[in-house]
């Protein structure tokens, strides 16, 4: 059913308008007012919506290669439906389907019924019903094809239920107000990548792991977690007349990172760093080594991501402050060669690490930006100082001297789990975690 959005700017007497479909009880992009901070939102918050309105609510995951045979099953009759190219096969039911590849074709044997076809889709007759792929549950339309040899599949589903499935995978079962913060963050970000496509050319929106966000289909989730995607339902974070790519991470070490500090971007309004506690409210700004040693070894008191003041999960407890330790033996084999020094030679004012020199004995070898320093040693976060002992002028061992895990940008999500333990409700956290974003709704 088509519908119209209709965007008014209060006091200016002004309405812009924008088709827009219907989905199931979704109305997608219902009219309603992005007035934020007394300014219209227009063309860039219009056209991000509008990609979501193409897909009448609808967002498709990318669950990458399926390892043969294929096993399908469900709890329910399945619709499935084969396909050669253009061309669509008369749909059947099925409760069980064994998939194969053969002469460049999928061979199904769906309840003894044998099918040939070069693509099918399994979809699920009412949302009682679930679709188990290789032991894996999910919702929705599974769509399978053959790429390159290779069975791939995508899974299609409402952006809502989705966002239930990603707090599953992202956070967990954390305190409720944290789960309807991270569903908010979670849900901006799906929106804002829809619109720069970057798996266009693999036929789907979004992969199911980290790059975009982790997803794992819809095994384990509460009741809380389907609560706080849909009590938050359409709410999305705006800055700067877009919906925010409101990335995230799982512990800051007391301190946030700005979105240049870490990737090859200029400053982005609601990525901004911030102290991880209320004690503080001044730019981050770390001028020195000595200054960064000071902070990682008498931290801040009153961070909300500090163990001690939270209940969160143990094995996020070790990344508040840590250590990575490399013996000469261990950096000969990593660099292929005698390392004779390692030394941070550009930090940004968040205190995460820009570049690393490492002197070995066949020249300085420059490592930069943070994703790469972390992947060369293997650390939890850029957020480092670093430690050399030697003797007689040879490194004996260098050790890594770090708090937080993640890129650092962002909600840091245990940070919320203990805000959310302490009392603060969902808008307060991300107010906190992005101090310069608002926060909007965008269908009900």
């Given at each position: 059913m088509g519908g119209t959005l209709v965007f008014r700017s209060k006091g200016q007497g002004r309405q812009y308008k924008s088709k827009c479909r219907r989905s199931g009880e979704i109305p997608i992009l219902l009219a309603c007012l992005m007035l934020v901070?007394?300014?219209?939102?227009?063309?860039?918050?219009?056209?991000?919506?509008?990609?979501?309105?193409?897909?009448?609510?609808?967002?498709?995951?990318?669950l990458g290669r399926l390892t043969l045979p294929v096993r399908v099953a469900s709890n329910l009759p399945l619709s499935v439906e084969p396909a050669d190219g253009t061309n669509k096969q008369a749909p059947i039911l099925c409760r069980k389907a064994v998939i194969n590849i053969e002469g460049g074709r999928l061979r199904i044997t769906c309840d003894g019924q044998m099918l040939n076809c070069l693509s099918v889709s399994f979809a699920s007759q009412n949302s009682a019903s679930e679709i188990q792929i290789n032991g894996r549950t999910y919702a929705g339309v599974i769509r399978m094809g053959l790429s390159n040899g290779r069975l791939n599949a995508i899974n299609e589903i409402p952006l809502d239920d989705y966002i239930a499935c990603v707090l599953k995978a992202e956070i967990g079962s954390a305190p409720y107000e944290a789960l309807?913060?991270?569903?908010?963050?979670?849900?901006?970000?799906?929106?804002?990548?829809?619109?720069?496509?970057?798996?266009?050319?693999?036929?789907?929106?979004l992969c199911s792991s980290e790059h975009c966000m982790a997803y794992q289909g819809t095994a384990g989730i509460t009741a809380e977690m389907r609560q706080a995607a849909y009590d938050t339902?359409?709410?999305?974070?705006?800055?700067?007349?877009?919906?925010?790519?409101?990335?995230?991470?799982?512990?800051?070490?007391?301190i946030t990172a700005g979105a240049e500090d870490v990737w090859d971007s200029p400053p982005v309004a609601g990525l901004?760093?911030?102290?991880?506690?209320?004690?503080?409210n001044d730019a981050p700004s770390f001028r020195s080594e000595e200054e960064m040693e000071s902070f990682l070894s008498h931290p801040p008191a009153a961070c909300f991501c500090d163990p001690s003041n939270a209940l969160f999960p143990a094995y996020a407890r070790k990344y508040y402050r840590w250590t990575k330790s490399f013996t000469a033996t261990d950096l000969q084999r990593l660099f292929g060669t005698n390392v004779q020094d390692v030394k941070v030679v550009e930090r940004r004012p968040s205190g995460r690490v820009r570049r690393v020199a490492v002197l070995t004995a066949t020249g300085v070898k420059i490592i930069e930006k943070e994703l790469p320093i972390r992947k060369q040693f293997d650390l939890p976060s850029g957020l480092f100082v670093v430690r050399v002992?030697?003797?007689?002028g040879v490194v004996e061992s260098v050790e890594f001297f770090g708090a937080g895990s993640g890129h650092g940008v962002g909600l840091c999500q245990m940070g919320a789990w203990s805000m959310a333990e302490k009392g603060f409700h969902y808008d307060a956290i991300l107010r906190h975690y992005y101090p310069r974003a608002q926060l909007a709704r965008l269908y009900r």
């Open positions: 901070a007394g300014r219209l939102l227009a063309a860039t918050i219009s056209a991000q919506i509008e990609e979501l309105a193409a897909r009448h609510g609808q967002v498709r995951i990318g309807k913060a991270q569903a908010v963050v979670a849900r901006s970000e799906a929106i804002h990548k829809l619109k720069l496509g970057r798996h266009a050319g693999d036929g789907y929106d339902k359409g709410e999305v974070l705006v800055a700067e007349g877009g919906i925010l790519d409101a990335v995230f991470h799982t512990m800051c070490g007391g901004e760093p911030v102290w991880d506690g209320l004690a503080r002992a030697t003797k007689s």
